[in-house]
């Protein structure tokens, strides 16, 4: 059994790309890749290493466009804007969508073709696990959750340590105790996209997490947010309270038609 989970494994890293860390940690954002695209195929009763096509990997959620290599596909992905842009070594994509405008604008100044389908494959989270079979009973339970950025010390949220949410567990489990907060304060880009795609309110805490701002952007901006607020510490995160509301429908219709089937036949 471990050797066929083995072989089953790399067939999949063929198939479709999700970033891991080093350290064996699961961060839910990027495991949720993974995730998302089995849930998509077991609609058509396929799965990852159906692939056609091994030779050319699948990026959906997370800012990985920087490990794309020519003629591979995008559903969702975006760029990874603290890296040096020089890391994206591709010349040509087949891209079906991507999280937001800064990215797709960034693909076109490289004159890569890009549709404006916008939003992160993350949203459509709800539609494979409903909140009510997820956490039906102690859902808004507390009144906020605070989720800090994978690579953010516990220590630094030691006031509020029993209001954290760590993002180092499966997209079930990590869902589950989100639905319990009635407001998100998250400095993780998948905290508040997830919280947002369950109806929770949600507001970037920007204090510092190490990563570059126009990610956060992409995202909203993708939701067709041009402004949106966000807070500097925890406290000004409760006195805010969380961002507008968008059409989520819309967003999940639009991931869900460009959704690459062809890869998979």
């Avoid at 459509?124 to 906020?144: C, H, I, K, N, T």
């Avoid at 967003?251 to 890869?263: N, S």
Wanted: with cysteine; glycine share 8%.
């Amino acid at each position: 059994m471990f050797f066929a989970a083995d072989k089953r494994g790399r067939l999949e890293k063929q198939c479709l790309y999700w970033w891991e860390p080093s350290d064996q940690r699961i961060n839910v954002g990027d495991y949720l890749s993974k995730v998302i695209v089995s849930e998509m195929l077991s609609l058509r009763d396929q799965e990852i290493q159906d692939k056609k096509d091994k030779s050319k990997r699948l990026f959906a959620i997370g800012s990985i466009l920087h490990f794309a290599k020519s003629d591979e596909c995008v559903w969702g992905s975006g760029v990874n804007w603290k890296l040096d842009l020089a890391m994206h070594r591709f010349s040509r994509l087949d891209v079906r969508a991507v999280r937001g405008p800064l990215t797709r604008d960034y693909l076109k100044r490289r004159a890569i073709s890009a549709p404006e389908i916008y939003g992160d494959p993350a949203l459509l989270m709800p539609l494979f696990f409903p909140a009510d079979l997820l956490q039906p009973e102690a859902r808004g339970s507390v009144p906020y959750l605070v989720i800090p950025h994978l690579h953010e010390p516990v220590e630094k949220f030691g006031a509020y340590r029993e209001h954290v949410l760590l993002p180092t567990c499966k997209p079930a489990t990590f869902v589950a105790e989100l639905l319990r907060a009635r407001l998100v304060i998250s400095s993780s880009l998948h905290g508040i996209i997830l919280a947002e795609a369950y109806g929770i309110p949600a507001v970037y805490l920007d204090m510092g997490n190490g990563e570059s701002s126009l990610k956060y952007d992409d995202y909203y901006y993708g939701t067709g947010r041009m402004n949106y607020h966000t807070a500097s510490s925890v406290e000004e995160g409760l006195a805010a309270g969380g961002n507008s509301a968008f059409d989520l429908a819309r967003i999940q219709q639009g991931l869900l038609g460009a959704f690459p089937w062809d890869l998979w036949g």
